[in-house]
């Protein structure tokens, strides 16, 4: 059965000063966010969860995936991704989680955007008005501090109990002023090789 969807809301947060200093390019952050009827709330504890994640997962990685794009223009634009759930209070961590921890989910928006990274993640409990937070990283490189950046937005009235919000976050940009180095700057300076941070 497919998801059913109830509303869909895209936040979009641009900063043009930070630390009182103008941003020299003005950091674009985008949230595409659909707020879902639970498949699993009020039948108890569900076993295998495997049928409702087929069913649901791609619509919303693709639906989702066309917001951020249609908002950014194209996912070349795109530089740093992650993605997030919040359950309803009715609801199990799972449930949120069983939505975004799926590559029927999350291969729709890394193969649009072209990415080598993981999704970062977020998977949450909370009521109406609980915060939605996606943590972001630069879809190809994760050393790369600049672009470790988290969208955090609310829906006044999700979820409701029985609801699940599903959400994919982007910017254009990193942090403006962001001056912390990255990770490979850390490992050289630890005496590690940097050009395998695995090895650490």
């Known amino acids: 059965m497919a998801p059913v969807i109830r509303k869909t809301l895209l936040h979009v947060e641009t900063t043009l000063i930070e630390g009182g ?61 992650g993605k997030a759930a919040v359950v309803g209070l009715d609801g199990e961590v799972e449930h949120a989680s069983a939505l975004i921890h799926t590559l029927r989910f999350g291969n729709h928006y890394r193969t649009a955007v072209g990415a080598k990274s993981y999704l970062a993640f977020c998977n949450t409990r909370g009521g109406a008005n609980a915060p939605i937070m996606i943590p972001l990283m630069d879809k190809n490189d994760e050393g790369r501090r600049s672009h470790y950046l988290t969208i955090q937005c609310a829906i006044p009235d999700a979820p409701a109990a029985d609801e699940i919000v599903v959400a994919l976050g982007a910017s254009i940009g990193g942090r403006p002023h962001h001056r912390i180095g990255d990770r490979y700057q850390d490992l050289k300076e630890l005496g590690n090789d940097a050009s395998n941070p695995a090895s650490v």
């Not at 990685?61 to 951020?68: E, P, S």
């Open 21 to 81: 200093k103008a941003a020299p390019v003005p950091l674009t952050l985008i949230a595409a966010i659909a707020v879902v009827k639970n498949p699993w709330a009020g039948r108890g504890f569900v076993e295998d969860l495997r049928p409702e994640i087929r069913d649901a997962a791609p619509v919303l990685g693709a639906l989702l995936t066309k917001m951020i794009l249609d908002a950014a223009g194209s996912g070349e634009t795109v530089e740093a991704y």
